[in-house]
């Protein structure tokens, strides 16, 4: 069983940034696909976006494309979202997700992480 634990979640202005991290407990996040998913309040859960386990490859949704970036670190064990130019409508519980394909489709990841807060103000 994999643990993922979310941070860096958080209230910001309109126009700002945050970098959300996503690490596996037992730092097995490697060998695995990541991905990024949000729920608004009342809304389905939404694709962010997606990266392979060698950090090459990536996809993001529409509406955050030139906005957002997600990467590995160094020892490809941590997954990160950063979030610029961010706007109220990006207000969401952003989950983590790590499987054995990159896709756009929740049901493909095999754990999920608990969800940190994005709160942005206009």
């Known amino acids: 069983q994999v643990q993922l634990v979310e941070s860096g979640g958080g209230l910001v202005q309109a126009g700002g940034s945050l970098r959300l991290s996503c690490a596996a407990s037992?730092?097995?996040?490697?060998?695995?696909?990541g991905g990024w998913f949000r729920q608004a309040p009342g809304k389905e859960r939404e694709f962010v976006a997606a990266?392979?386990?060698?950090?090459?490859?990536?996809i993001y949704t529409d509406s955050v494309k030139g906005r957002f970036t997600i990467f590995r670190g160094d020892a490809k064990n941590t997954v990160y979202l950063q979030m610029s130019r961010l706007k109220p409508e990006d207000t969401a519980i952003y989950y983590c997700?790590?499987?054995?394909?990159?896709?756009?489709?929740?049901?493909?990841?095999?754990?999920w992480g608990q969800g940190t807060q994005v709160t942005v103000s206009s």
């Open positions: 990266i392979d386990r060698s950090g090459d490859y990536t």
């Open positions: 037992e730092r097995t996040l490697s060998s695995y696909d």
């Open positions: 997700a790590a499987g054995r394909l990159v896709s756009m489709i929740g049901s493909r990841y095999d754990y």
